[in-house]
């Protein structure tokens, strides 16, 4: 992913899910888990990038509402906010979490203080794209880039066997068909630090 030009990635609760993973994690800084993980954990919650001489912080957090079990995401980012406004004019935050109606608390409670705040997790792109009162922009989750067959990413017969018999089967990534692109495109006054458009963007039945 590195190697096509990302910057930076984020991540959420199958961060650990790769036993090998968990090394690379305490020796990159462009990859980060959700810093409200228990300490002692591998890895960071917080890492910055540069853009045009820039600095951009960047935070991740994890909900708790049908979620893993980890530390208040209220408390959590509180205190990463004062280390991130102290070295960074431009903040993103990336929150992830089952429940809407905290991702957008989070949203609110961070409005001014964040530059962009968007939610992951749900695999589905939601319409509430928006700048907040703050000068935030905000979106409850970006969705999913892959598959656009299946269910969520995942190949439909597992999923469906699941929810008809409660048999629990591996499941797998859908290979075949379409993918889609989702993401949003965010236009910052750097002096600010303030966002002043957010755009957006899904495409469905890519080869």
């Not at 959590?76 to 992830?96: F, K, P």
């Not at 089967?169 to 379409?178: A, C, I, M, N």
């Not at 495109?185 to 750097?190: E, F, K, Y």
């Amino acid at each position: 992913m590195f190697g096509t030009g990302v910057d930076f990635i984020t991540s959420g609760n199958h961060i650990f899910d790769k036993r090998e993973f968990k090394t690379y994690l305490d020796s990159t800084d462009r990859v980060i888990r959700p810093i409200n993980y228990p300490p002692g954990v591998p890895g960071r919650g917080i890492g910055y990038a540069s853009a045009n001489g820039t600095t951009v912080g960047v935070l991740n957090v994890m909900g708790r509402t049908f979620m893993p079990p980890v530390d208040d995401p209220f408390r959590a980012v509180e205190t990463a906010m004062e280390e991130l406004s102290a070295r960074a004019g431009i903040i993103v935050v990336d929150v992830h979490a089952e429940a809407t109606s905290e991702k957008v608390a989070l949203g609110r409670y961070l409005d001014g203080r964040a530059t962009v705040i968007y939610g992951t997790h749900t695999h589905v792109q939601t319409a509430d794209e928006q700048i907040l009162p703050g000068g935030t922009a905000y979106i409850t989750d970006l969705g999913m880039t892959g598959p656009t067959d299946g269910v969520i990413g995942m190949e439909t017969g597992p999923v469906l066997d699941r929810f008809t018999t409660g048999f629990s089967e591996r499941f797998s990534v859908q290979k075949s068909g379409t993918k889609q692109f989702c993401a949003v495109v965010v236009t910052i006054d750097v002096g600010t630090g303030r966002a002043t458009e957010i755009k957006r963007i899904f495409q469905r039945g890519i080869p």
